[in-house]
């Protein structure tokens, strides 16, 4: 299974985002990394490089290398309305990232250790594959084996405070969530310009 396995809060301050959840370095030094840290802001970046820039922190906020990422686009491509708001509908569908939003996983990349750990049942079935594309009505669970019930026990208590999206539903003495519908764009609240994302693949 191929994710990025790199430093984390360097690449957070290179995009001034915390793109891999909370960040004390990216509060120490709001500056990116490297000896020109702190002069980098200054210099006037192209059309090109804003729009490279946007990518890179969409693919790096949903854990994505470039092949699954452009794969992503272009079924996006091909779907009617926006291809922006498709896209961004794909990958908040992922099964990682739906766990993630349940609050099975305080960061994505927790949330998708513990799919593809086998700790995660879907409609009573498990399921490892953390792209797998959820549909309205799944319904997603923690599995039954103890070490999957106190790894889930855990994780929610660290997510406890964090607010349930409006097309989930969440049930946590079971531990079970339901996903109620598609998420629209204003549910993402994206922290990139996608329609930069679709225009830089388009061309």
């Not at 002069?39 to 729009?51: C, L, N, Y």
């Not at 790894?151 to 996903?179: C, F, H, I, N, Y």
């Amino acid at each position: 299974m191929a994710r990025y396995r790199g430093p984390t809060d360097k690449i957070s301050r290179r995009f001034s985002t915390a793109l891999f959840g909370s960040s004390r370095a990216l509060e120490r030094r709001n500056y990116p990394p490297g000896q020109h840290g702190l002069r980098a802001g200054r210099r006037k970046k192209s059309d090109f490089a804003i729009a490279l820039g946007e990518k890179q922190k969409l693919k790096y906020q949903y854990g994505l290398l470039e092949k699954q990422f452009r794969r992503c686009y272009e079924e996006a491509a091909q779907r009617r309305g926006v291809t922006g708001d498709a896209m961004l509908q794909i990958l908040e569908m992922r099964l990682d990232n739906v766990c993630f939003r349940l609050g099975f996983g305080n960061s994505r990349q927790a949330a998708r250790q513990l799919v593809s750990h086998g700790h995660v049942l879907v409609n009573g079935s498990k399921l490892d594959i953390p792209s797998y594309q959820c549909r309205p009505g799944d319904k997603i669970k923690i599995g039954p084996k103890p070490s999957s019930q106190q790894l889930g026990l855990r994780m929610m208590d660290l997510t406890q405070a964090v607010p349930l999206k409006d097309w989930l539903t969440l049930d946590r003495e079971s531990m079970e969530g339901v996903v109620v519908r598609l998420p629209e764009t204003e549910d993402i609240e994206p922290v990139v310009n996608v329609q930069l994302v679709v225009e830089l693949y388009s061309r």
